[in-house]
């Protein structure tokens, strides 16, 4: 064994949360590692937040509402925890022990791509995130163009992949329908800008 490898540490989930819970900066915790999360650019952060405001709109007056990336999810069955950059819950909000910080059941999440972080969201982290069983949809959004992928829970517990462009709508499972254009609004320079 090399000393770098004797010297890693592994971090329970309490150990994680007691760390985390004061820290000025985000990290996600995986299979015992804690992750730094990255600052994001201005084009995630503006998919981001018109994600956020198509679907608080869309759901304003139903079960669900959306949350934006301050929102911890914790993965069942295991020590791990993220930060999606959006999701949805529907119905009551199952929270996490008496600080009510950490999300059980989210019902969407979604994730800005970008070149650190894609691999990860594509692979173990959409890996995580199918252990939870209130998890209906999976959407995933490149930057440099409009491409939205969505991957949606069918009753088999298998996945469905639906790609999304310019002038198409991203039809969820929770009963809403938000067009690409608005999402990637003010996004890209040719993108739409009213």
């Not at 760390?19 to 804690?34: M, T």
């Not at 692979?123 to 949606?152: C, M, N, W």
Request: aromatic share 8%; hydrophobic share 40%; with cysteine.
């Amino acid at each position: 064994m090399s000393a770098s490898a004797a010297e890693k540490r592994r971090w329970t989930a309490a150990e994680y949360l007691a760390f985390e819970r004061p820290a000025f900066e985000k990290h996600e915790l995986y299979e015992g590692e804690i992750f730094a999360m990255a600052g994001a650019s201005p084009a995630h952060n503006r998919i981001a937040s018109n994600l956020n405001a198509v679907l608080w709109n869309a759901t304003r007056k139903g079960p669900c509402q959306p949350f934006q990336s301050d929102m911890r999810v914790r993965i069942p069955g295991t020590e791990n925890y993220c930060y999606p950059d959006v999701l949805v819950v529907c119905g009551p909000p199952e929270l996490q022990e008496a600080e009510r910080d950490v999300l059980c059941n989210p019902t969407v999440v979604c994730e800005v791509l970008s070149d650190s972080t894609e691999s990860y969201d594509r692979g173990a982290k959409f890996a995580q995130y199918r252990k939870l069983p209130s998890l209906t949809d999976y959407v995933l959004l490149a930057q440099d163009e409009v491409r939205i992928e969505h991957f949606a829970r069918q009753p088999d517990d298998s996945w469905l992949m639906r790609e999304i462009r310019g002038g198409q709508l991203l039809r969820l499972s929770i009963g809403c329908e938000l067009a690409a254009d608005e999402i990637y609004l003010k996004v890209l320079p040719d993108a739409p800008s009213a």
